[in-house]
């Protein structure tokens, strides 16, 4: 073992004693229901590499970073209980990809005092911005998702104002998404995610901006900004709010955007 520490220090791979550690605390102490399947080990595989990112690579810059696939491999191959199955790593991650987006989404669209602002999240490394939202957990019910998704990505909790008939859902490929309408929060509210390297910035932005640039660029909306995850939404939250009326009159003078949120220069929250 001592040789393996030494050649992993040396390329940055994380030693054996990090990585007995990581499968011991997110994999082998857990539910037996929860071993089932290789798209349940998956998962909890997934939680151990969010760990070694956010965690031990932060606290000690010589550890390399890893994508999923590379920590995933690295993974079967140090632990016992995985080792029947290395010689079908390939195979079990293809499939564990396939799986993922089949599995349901719930979020929150959430909307001003005037409804003509909604609130849109930017991913840690990507461009395009979205509505908060994440994959439901096993036997999660999807308001429950969505309160738990949004609290993570805003650090604000839409419990006492979500709704559970108030929704819209639209399915992308196998994949069901549903947003809950919260309507009528506070342009002042403060908003900071709760993980780490999950969210880059969190910002208003006016509905009527968001409106696509030309039917033929419907992943982008006139002020430029990449939409993918909200396009699709935006017929339909409109004819919802057309019917609904908003406690606070219309603002013109609101600016585009407003209380934006951005990661202080350390990339830690």
């Known amino acids: 073992m001592s040789n393996h520490h030494r050649s992993s220090s040396k390329n940055g791979l994380p030693p054996q004693e990090l990585l007995d550690d990581l499968c011991s605390r997110f994999v082998l102490n857990v539910p037996k229901e929860d071993l089932q399947s290789f798209e ?86 990507g461009t395009s911005w979205s509505f908060p939202r994440g994959k ?67 910002a208003w932005h006016r509905l009527d901006d968001l409106q696509p640039a030309s039917d033929e660029v419907i992943s982008r909306s006139i002020t430029g900004l990449k939409l993918y995850m909200v396009a699709p939404f935006l017929a339909s939250l409109k004819s919802w709010i057309s019917i609904h009326h908003p406690a606070m009159a219309p603002r013109p003078d609101l600016p585009l955007k407003g209380n934006s949120y951005f990661p202080p220069n350390t990339g830690r929250f």
């Not at 079967?76 to 987006?101: L, M």
Request: glycine fraction near 4%; aromatic fraction near 12%; charge should be negative.
């Open 136 to 202: 439901k957990s096993k036997d999660e019910e999807d308001h429950a998702c969505s309160i738990r998704e949004v609290m993570e990505e805003t650090g604000f909790d839409v419990s006492k104002l979500l709704n559970k008939d108030e929704y819209l859902e639209v399915i992308f490929g196998q994949q069901r998404v549903r947003l809950y309408i919260i309507a009528g929060v506070k342009d002042d509210t403060a908003f900071a995610p709760l993980t780490k390297k999950e969210i880059s910035e969190i």
């Open 40 to 125: 349940r080990i998956l998962f909890l595989v997934e939680n151990a590499h969010w760990f070694y990112e956010d965690n031990s690579v932060e606290n000690n810059p010589s550890l390399k970073s890893l994508n999923l696939k590379e920590f995933t491999s690295l993974l079967f191959n140090s632990c016992d209980v995985f080792q029947p199955y290395v010689a079908h790593i390939d195979d079990i991650f293809k499939d564990f990809t396939s799986y993922k987006v089949r599995v349901p989404v719930t979020g929150a669209i959430i909307l001003d005092e005037t409804y003509e602002r909604c609130l849109l999240v930017k991913g840690w490394k």
